[in-house]
């Protein structure tokens, strides 16, 4: 599975496959729950509970480019 773009504000995964899955939890450098702004990691699943047993990835933050949406 390929990660196209991010969109941080609306927390959404724009997958290759023109799929969107729901970022469940943005993390901080110490591994904590934080705002997405503040995020170096985002979890990353087919839904946004966290609970339910479904393919799950995390992706760095610092691999993708920031680019400003009009």
Do not use: H
């Amino acid at each position: 599975m390929a990660v196209e773009a991010i969109n941080r504000d609306a927390g959404i995964v724009l997958m290759c496959d023109g799929c969107t899955w729901p970022v469940s939890v943005w993390l901080d450098d110490d591994g904590e729950e934080c705002e997405s702004q503040d995020a170096i990691l985002a979890v990353v699943g087919p839904c946004n509970d966290k609970y339910r047993k479904e393919f799950w990835f995390t992706l760095e933050l610092s691999d993708f480019q920031s680019v400003a949406v009009q």
